[in-house]
């Protein structure tokens, strides 16, 4: 007998109700756990992007500090040739080991010729330098060979050697004769000239030895006082620094007039660096600041140079220094100089050496191809300031118009399309967003042929005071500084230093 098939359910498992429950819930947490998942990876993509993007901005600082420390400060695409940090030691050995070596193959052959040294191309001595001639005649003017017959001069060979007086102390003794009148008993006498320190004993080569071994120099004072006692010259440390500070004053008036002259000055320089001040009365130090401001440098005139010594920096000092000044200003890209150009009457310039920096320090870090085709980019552009330089205004004008504009523009069209393929946060992605965000204060220059390219002429400036704190190590009264900071500027200013 054969019975009918049972009907299936449209479930299969409504004839089980148990299981199908069971299996909903299961499948319902195995997709709640793949959505976790899901949520898990991207968490973990965001953290390890953030991570690559920290250990990159990370390398490239330590690459910066590094080389800030450890190597050349030179940003030179290639080193090739350049000798390194200890160069005049190797050269100083060198000569050292030579010359031994020609000692003892001359003891060894006493008759053997000498061997002649190989010599670079020497550099003629300075001709504006005095010479003291020494004419060498031979001991008899007659001749030996044949029995004293009077020799004829028929030339001469000369030699110059370079020589250098130390510092000599010499005595100027001032006698004032006095005159009297028998009838009138009137005393007559010559007034005394006028001195920068009255009744002090230092004249004026001596004060001006002290500034410029301390301020350009970078010697304490303490080895101008031992300096000093070599020539059985007694000076006492407390007396240097009293004609340090009292010279800042003497000098306040003349660096005011080279401000005044200095803000008559269409086109400025401006950067700053900070200087270790001591505190009275803590016993420690606390960062302070100097401002420094200087002219144009393709304007044709004598370069001014001022510091202006500030506490802090805040971008108020330099509106202060600066206050009633039109013209362009040429800055980093440091906040603090925002405030000048919100009127207008202050127009920024961008540093390009600013720019390049950012890819070089990242070249330098991961070896960038594009951060080296960036630097050769803006070496093509220097190249062209180097064609233009000793031309007059008008000609370096003509010169970056034909050279300059056209390959800035081909530079920019080339950062907008590498930045489109650079992802965001990494350190190429910040070093072209730098240079776009500045582009136009960076190409001003161009428009003309006067505006500086770059900050680099300030920053040399500032230099010698890094130099001063790296070695000479000053530690700076906060009362004392500003005169201080000004008789060093009067001094650079003057016999072109800077």
Known sequence: MNLPPLPMPLNPFSALPGRAVLASDELDRLLDELELSRQTIALRDVALQAAELKIQALTLELAHHKRIRFGQKSEALSAAGQGDLFNETVIADQSAIEEELERLARQAKPSAPRKPRIKAGRQPLPAHLPRIVHVHEPETCQCVLCGGTDLVKIGEDVTEQLDVEPAKFTVHRHVYPQYACRPCEAIVAAPAPASIIDGGMAAVGLLVWVLVSKFLDHLPLYRLVQIAARQNVPLALSTLADWVGRLGVALEPLADR????????????????????LDPGGGKTKKAYLWAYRSNGLDGEPPIILFDYQT???????????????????????????????????????????????????????????????????????????????????????????????????????????????????????????????????IRYAETGHLPVDNNPVENTIRPIAVGKNYAQPIIMRSRLPMFARGRCRLGSSVGLF
């Not at 080279?258 to 270790?276: G, I, K, M, S």
């Not at 190249?383 to 056209?406: F, L, S, V, W």
Request: one cysteine or more.
């Open 258 to 277: 080279l401000a005044e002259l200095q803000r008559q000055r269409p086109v400025l320089h401006a950067d700053e660096t900070p200087v270790q001040q």
């Open 312 to 442: 802090s920096r805040e971008g108020k000092h330099a509106s202060a220094f600066l206050r009633g000044w039109g013209g362009h200003l040429m800055v980093d890209d440091y906040a603090g100089y925002k405030a000048l150009f919100r009127d207008g009457s202050v127009i920024e310039l961008g540093c390009m050496a600013h720019a390049r920096r950012k890819f070089f320090d990242l070249a330098k870090a991961s070896q960038s191809p594009i951060a080296v085709r960036a630097l050769r980019h803006i070496a093509r552009l220097y190249r062209i300031e180097a064609k233009a330089e000793g031309k007059t205004t008008e000609e370096r004008k003509q010169i970056r118009a034909k050279h300059a504009k056209p390959r800035l523009k081909l530079y920019h069209a080339w950062l907008l399309k590498t930045r489109a393929t650079v992802p965001d946060g990494t350190g190429t992605a910040k070093a072209i967003d730098y240079t776009l965000k500045r582009w136009p204060a960076l």
